[in-house]
């Protein structure tokens, strides 16, 4: 039988345990090192038996790879840890929005007759032309708007809910865009958002969202937040 006097040996021999990846690479775990080395001292060759120092030097490999593992297993827990202590925080946070007015990065505007419907956009660069179209739930165009010339920066628009022959529309959740394009007739990029108030907040396993109009926005798109006003104020 061949005789095993050397960790070296073991290399090209296949791990039987859960480190086995489908790569058909072994990822040999401190249990995994622990077996070879056990493995070694059984098949050692008894006319030629491990030296005290070869033997003392791989029981040191095992306590680095130990030591090794716990400190990842250690860094993985702190890392959850803090991962679900930052999560609560958020979920607690966000739920004193509840009732505030936001603007919030998106496109679904929804239109209230009484009150017409507000939105807002922000050019990342300087336009010469800028339109704004207004689409119905079955995509088709019900308003545009050009506004010309525009500086970079932010702008907030109003629509009164009209369609482009001037009739009332009914309540509903419209679509906005808004396209620019500067001298050269060149793109010109923008954002558009909405302005609406915070309904509820739904938590979701990759975070919470907010509710306006029933619609879910994330917490990352919101581009301003304010007390709402009273009646009468």
Do not use: H
């Not at 058909?24 to 060759?45: A, E, H, M, P, V």
């Not at 529309?169 to 906005?176: D, E, R, S």
Request: proline residues 2%; charged residues 25%.
């Amino acid at each position: 039988m061949e005789r095993i006097n050397s960790l070296e040996n073991l290399k090209g021999m296949p791990s039987t345990g859960s480190s086995v990846r489908g790569s058909g690479k072994s990822i040999l775990g401190k249990d995994d090192f622990l077996k070879l080395l056990i493995t070694q001292l059984n098949y050692q060759d008894p006319l030629s038996p491990i030296q005290s120092s070869e033997f003392a030097s791989q029981l040191a490999q095992f306590s680095t790879v130990e030591q090794l593992y716990n400190i990842n297993s250690n860094i993985l827990k702190s890392i959850d840890a803090s991962y679900a202590t930052n999560r609560s925080i958020t979920n607690a946070l966000v739920s004193n929005l509840i009732g505030k007015s936001v603007a919030v990065y998106g496109d679904a505007l929804y239109l209230n007759p009484a009150q017409g419907a507000s939105f807002g956009y922000e050019l990342k660069g300087d336009a010469k032309e800028v339109e704004i179209r207004i689409y119905d739930a079955s995509g088709n165009v019900i308003r545009s708007f050009k506004l010309g010339e525009k500086k970079k920066g932010r702008y907030d628009f109003v629509w009164d809910g009209k369609d482009s022959s001037g009739r009332d529309l009914p309540a509903g959740t419209y679509t906005i865009k808004v396209s620019a394009s500067d001298k050269n007739g060149k793109e010109v990029a923008v954002d558009t958002y909405i302005f609406g108030v915070v309904e509820g907040v739904r938590y979701k396993q990759d975070g919470a969202v907010i509710l306006i109009n029933g619609v879910e926005y994330n917490i990352a798109d919101i581009v301003e937040i304010k007390e709402r006003k009273g009646n009468g104020n």
